[in-house]
């Protein structure tokens, strides 16, 4: 990472479970439009091929993310995190974990369709026997998570094209993960919930309504929980809030919050491929 001009601000942002910057859309663009300097780490096991999940640690990613952090922290005035799905359960659980916005009180945290909870429309019934699987050894590290209709995306054409990528095998996004790595994000789950009533920085919660993976329970819970927060509902996109319908609200709402001109993350072409 090259050392930036004091004084500059940086957006630490994080993608999801068996994703890559994709995960962020137009977010990580609209940041730079508008002055910051944005980084996107690729989590370890990530943008290889899934099985390289199976023996994955939480705790690598952390470690990944915190060397990051510091690093961005030590050349930079400002610095904010964002995460998308795993990487907002990561982004909290950091935050956490470095005191974010104490030291340095305008350093902010926006968490973006954070599965606190499992239990999505979409979610099967069976999904919480998950957990009696994760007590039959060799078990979790076989069993596979395929990545399914509707992907995170109410809008049919952006749908088309993730499953045309997805049946190509593009490495934007892995077509399944292991089950291991599932129990991996129950583990922040449970890190973040535990940290999040001493997460002292001011923090956005941006939600849809109609999220196929995660209820707005979690928003919710969120709200309840983090001491310095405020949410948003989104009303017309899936999972992948930062993909779907609502991506150009969302990275409005994120620059807003961070304290740059929202009107950034206006695109100057409505093409479904950014």
Known sequence: MTALASGSTAVLLIHG???????????QKALRN???????????????????????????????????????AAEHDAVHI???????????????RVRHGIARPHDRLALLATPIHIDGWSTPW???????????????????????????????LLR?????????????HYPWVPLACIRQVDRLRRWALAGAPETQCQTLVIHSREDEL???RSAETLQATLPHARS??????????????DR???AAEVLGFFGFDPAAARRKSPAAAD
């Open 160 to 172: 088309r094209i993730i499953k045309a990528k997805l049946a190509r095998g593009d490495s934007f």
């Open 214 to 216: 995660t209820s707005l």
């Open 17 to 27: 479970l068996g994703g890559t910057a994709y995960d962020v859309g137009v977010l």
């Open 82 to 96: 964002a995460g998308m799905c795993m990487g907002a359960l990561l982004a909290l659980v950091l935050a956490h």
């Open 34 to 72: 508008a002055g910051a300097a944005t980084h996107v780490p690729t989590l370890p096991g990530h943008g290889t091929r899934p099985e390289d999940l199976i023996h994955m640690p939480a705790e690598a990613w952390l470690e990944t993310l915190t060397q990051t952090y510091e690093q961005l």
């Open 248 to 250: 150009d609200q969302v």
């Open 126 to 156: 069976y999904r919480d026997l998950r957990h009696v699987v994760y007590r039959i050894p060799g078990m979790a590290a076989r069993m596979r998570v395929e990545e399914d209709e509707p992907f995170g995306i109410k809008n049919p």
């Open 232 to 245: 948003v509902v989104l009303e017309n996109s899936y999972h992948m809030i930062c993909v779907d319908n």
